[in-house]
């Protein structure tokens, strides 16, 4: 089963294309002003009309209210939808309402953090572990933390599953062999700097990726 590939928090054409191009299997534009990623509900509609129909498009929100997804699901025709910071009861709600798959973010630092991917079991369709960010910072993701990904070794998923935190082109195929990932999430790792995306770090990780 080959590994696929989401590139996140993508807001400029170019590298947009490199990461079509490079065969991701999924982009993600995020939906969170406090992100230097976040795009405007018009710069996500023009982005959305330069993605295949192969290539889903996941839109990433924090704890968000219902108008927020409306307007953000018809902008950018979203596939599905990844949520940061959300209880599973709000998870279910909102996948039951907008009738699109969710992702449900689970924060890790230890292996106890894990336990709480059984709470989606029935609310969501797909677990994002994600590196566990410091208690006062903004941002719930993007921000280059990895966790021990020997973690995940042997526990039991609830649901089909990404890793994500701190992924970049030299680490990903570690990162995919000790966890055993078939999907991988990269933003940070494949910037130039904070919500600057770099095309030929975007080719060199998709690149890795089809290797695996």
Known sequence: MPVTAKICGLSAPDTLAAAVAGGASHIGFVFFPPSPRHVTFDQAAALA?????????????????????????????LDAI????????RAAAIGARTR???????AVKARADL????????????????????????????MGLRFDWTLLQGFDHPLPWALSGGLDAANVAEAAAISGARTVDVSSGVESAPGVKDAAKIAAFLHTVAML
């Not at 989606?120 to 677990?127: K, S, V």
């Open 49 to 77: 009309t330069l993605v295949p129909d192969h290539v889903e498009r996941v839109g990433v929100f924090v704890d968000p209210e219902d108008a927020l997804l409306d307007q953000a699901i018809r902008a950018a025709r």
């Open 115 to 142: 336990a709480a991917a059984h709470a989606f079991r029935g609310a969501a369709q797909r677990i994002l572990y994600d590196a566990k960010t410091p208690d006062d910072a903004r941002l719930p993701g993007g």
């Open 100 to 106: 699109l798959p969710v992702w449900a973010a689970v």
């Open 82 to 89: 990844q949520l940061h910071r959300a209880s599973p009861e």
